[in-house]
């Protein structure tokens, strides 16, 4: 047994022997491996040391190559900046070029308006513009030392007035007083649109922002919306654009109000071509936190859909008033709707959420009937809104359009419930002198004076009368031709002296204007003028012609009338006159430029060109075929009746070569379709029947052009429907007016059946024309729901 613990007792010593030697090795080979891994860092660093001065040298190189590269790139940014934002200023030699939808503003700081945008049509091709203008008013120096200021050349003080100064000096210092334009441009600004908003506000030296706008192409076949928010700095010419996540849909026509610190827009239209939509939501930007916010509201607590419409700030809140939509019914002719209601937005800067609709109730003089296209500018010395023309359109039938366009000016009281006024324009007083005592003795003087002279001028008349009719009774028993001549002409003076008699009879008022302008002499006129129609001082003469989409802008007590659209049948011209009338003293318009609209241009699209060449050939047609007809009657004597003729079954009247069979056919065939014929026109005149019906149907001695005019909204949404939608423009109009000439040849030998009974019943050509007519009246009143200013 000892034997045995002792070999155990060994065994074990061996192990751990061999256990601690294994730990030694394990430990020495870590101590061999760190001290390599320490040589090798050494060896490293040495390496480093001996090589130290041409590294650094080559990373300090780099480090400048890349400050130089650095440099460069942000010269390169800012020389880029600058060239986006460059702004480019001239000046014009006169007012912009002609066109409409643009937007007129006035300056938040100053007496200068800014015009931006717009678009202007010829009838065949559209221009859409991005240019924005500066007028300045001329207000003439204020002293003699501002003449020695060098002022600037449009306001140079005008020569003295001698008899030797020429009209072409007159012309040039009336040109002058008109003001001044200027044109700012930069590569940095909004594209070219129309129907967009803009607002100002004076923060900053003054801001003008931007909302929107529409732009189509040259042939109106494509449309684009906007969408971008831009702001305009009038202190340093330039613009920026305002880029946020959350932000209104793509618009035209909406309209903007700045009150306070927000932005506020409401409405407007999206037009992709084949249909209008109309909107009416609401939104609100901060100026200071650049976030727009939608604010969400019942459709029935809200105005209803719209475009175009006035919308003006007050103290607290925005008054809205008006607009234009457009109604949608399946088989009917759209229907444009001039809207006349009134709504207040209540405003709370402090809570957009409590931001309330209230609407108003029409007191005063409100525009009668109601009209669009005449957005009101705000007249902020008073609290009043300034509305100016417009235009009605009215159903005269099912399918005609009348077109009324206005000069009224109006105006809306902001405060309390609202109020409307008429501004008319008052007439300057004619008499001098001091005193309305020695006005009115005057005035009487006056007035006797020429009755004495028109009493004195009847006497002389009548006495004259009497003598050359006994002279005349004595030249008719005379035989000589010589007195009788001299009694003739002597007898046509007395026609003429009667004439003159019987004017001042009827008219006493007028006998004395006539009376004064006779006499060569007699009392002074005080100003007076000889007749009041010829009156040049009348201001009812210096009112703007009737339009709609006048650009309207008060700077102080000064309204300014810029442009709009005057429309004369399926013509549509843009005006580009200028005039500006003193709200405070309300005494006349002055024009700062003409526009005759008789110099206007309008080019017929191929559409209209089609047509009438269509309106022609069916018309030579109709004329062929009557006198074919007229001449059938002279030589056989056929006359159409109700009942048949026996003689037209006679084998011996008329050599035609028909068998009695083939005669008694065609009296059945005719027989049958006057048969239809008289169904027809008790059809056409039944009131039950379908709107689409009407439309879709021609009338007698309605030509193919005049069909397809009045019924052109029709064919559009059927060809529209036939093509799933993937024609649109020109091609979308040449497969209506296809369907149409289609319908139209169906019916055309009923049509000429037609006209042959009214020719029995004794309607000559001229009144079948007017009484199927039905849409001769719209053609001739306006373009209506048709023309894009009415959007």
């Known amino acids: 047994m000892a034997k045995k613990g002792k070999s155990n007792s060994a065994e074990k010593a061996a192990a751990k022997a061999a256990k601690k030697a294994k730990q030694e090795k394990s430990a020495q080979q870590k101590a061999l491996k760190k001290e390599k891994k320490t040589q090798t860092a050494i060896s490293q660093q040495n390496n480093a040391k001996g090589k130290g001065k041409g590294k650094g040298k080559s990373q300090s190189k780099a480090i400048k190559e890349d400050e130089e590269d650095l440099d460069a790139l942000l010269a390169k940014f800012k020389a880029d900046w600058e060239l986006d934002h460059a702004v480019f200023e001239e000046r014009q030699s006169g007012a912009p070029s002609r066109r409409a939808n643009a937007t007129l503003t006035p300056c938040p700081l100053g007496n200068d308006l800014w015009l931006f945008g717009g678009e202007y049509f010829d009838g065949e091709t559209a221009n859409f513009y991005a240019d924005l203008y500066r007028y300045t008013p001329y207000t003439g120096p204020s002293s003699s030392k501002d003449l020695l200021d060098d002022p600037p050349s449009f306001i140079t003080p005008p020569p003295p007035v001698t008899e030797e100064r020429s009209k072409t000096e007159l012309t040039e210092t009336k040109s002058r007083d008109k003001g001044e334009w200027r044109s700012y441009s930069s590569r940095n600004q909004p594209g070219p649109r129309s129907a967009h908003q803009i607002v100002a506000s004076p923060q900053n030296g003054g801001l003008l922002w931007l909302f929107g706008g529409e732009f189509a192409s040259s042939r109106m076949t494509s449309f684009h919306h906007y969408r971008d928010l831009w702001v305009f700095s009038i202190a340093t010419k330039s613009w920026d654009r305002i880029d946020t996540k959350v932000k209104p849909s793509a618009r035209s026509g909406h309209r903007m109000a700045m009150w306070k610190n927000y932005l506020v827009l409401f409405g407007g239209f999206i037009d992709a071509g084949a249909r209008t939509t109309y909107l009416n939501d609401l939104w609100v930007f901060s100026i200071e936190d650049y976030k727009w916010t939608e604010i969400k509201q019942n459709d029935l607590r809200r105005p209803s859909h719209r475009s175009g419409f006035s919308f003006i700030p007050t103290s607290d809140g925005i008054v809205l008033h008006g607009g234009y939509c457009k109604r949608y019914v399946k088989g009917q002719r759209t229907q444009g709707v001039a809207l006349d209601d009134t709504w207040f937005l209540k405003m709370d800067e402090n809570d957009l959420a409590k931001l309330d609709w209230i609407k108003r109730r029409k007191i005063g003089y409100i525009p009668n009937p109601p009209r669009s296209g005449c957005t009101m500018a705000l007249w902020a010395n008073k609290q009043m809104g300034i509305l100016f023309g417009g235009v009605t359109d009215t159903e005269a039938d099912e399918e005609s359009l009348e077109s009324t366009f206005w000069n009224g000016l109006y105006g809306y009281q902001l405060g309390g419930t609202g109020r409307w006024i008429s501004l008319n324009l008052k007439k300057p007083k004619k008499m001098g002198g ?39 009774r004595r030249g008719w028993s005379d035989d000589d031709d010589q007195h009788g001549s001299q009694s003739e002409s002597e007898s046509g003076s007395d026609s003429d002296s009667d004439a003159d008699e019987r004017d001042l009879r009827k008219n006493p008022a007028g006998g004395a204007d006539t009376a004064s302008s006779l006499a060569t002499s007699g009392p002074p006129s005080f100003g007076v003028p000889d007749d009041p129609e010829d009156d040049e001082d009348d201001p009812q003469k210096s009112i703007p012609l009737e339009r709609c989409n006048t650009m309207l802008a008060v700077q102080r007590n000064l309204l300014y009338l810029y442009g709009g659209i005057y429309e004369s049948g399926n013509r549509e011209y843009t005006l580009d006159d200028f005039y500006t009338l003193d709200l405070s003293k309300l005494d006349r318009f002055h024009c700062l430029k003409a526009c005759p609209i008789d110099t206007l241009e309008w080019h017929d699209s191929e559409e209209e060109d089609s047509s009438s060449s269509s309106d022609s050939g069916s018309s030579s047609d109709n004329d062929d075929e009557a006198q074919g007809d007229e001449g059938l009657e002279d030589q056989e004597g056929v006359e159409y009746v109700e009942d048949v003729d026996e003689d037209l079954l006679d084998p011996n009247v008329g050599e035609d070569g028909l068998s009695l069979e083939e005669r008694k056919q065609m009296a059945r065939e005719k027989e049958e379709l006057r048969a239809q014929a008289t169904k027809f026109l008790g059809v056409s005149k039944d009131t039950s029947r379908t709107a689409e019906d009407v439309l879709s149907t021609p009338l007698p001695g309605e030509s193919i052009a005049q069909f397809y005019e009045r019924s052109k909204e029709y064919w559009s949404a059927k060809a529209f429907e036939a093509m799933n939608g993937q024609n649109r423009g020109k091609e979308l109009r040449r497969d209506a007016f296809g369907l149409a000439s289609k319908r139209y040849d169906e019916y055309k030998p009923l049509l000429k059946e037609i006209e042959q009974i009214q020719a029995e019943a004794g309607l000559d050509a001229q009144e079948m024309r007017n009484a199927s007519k039905g849409s001769g009246s719209a053609l001739n009143a306006g373009v209506g729901v048709d023309s894009r200013n009415r959007r």
């Open 434 to 472: 001091q005193g309305g005592k020695k006005k009115r003795e005057r005035a009487v003087a006056l007035a006797a004076a020429r009755a004495a002279e028109a009493a004195k001028r009847r006497e002389e008349a009548e006495a004259r009368a009497k003598e050359e009719e006994e002279e005349a």
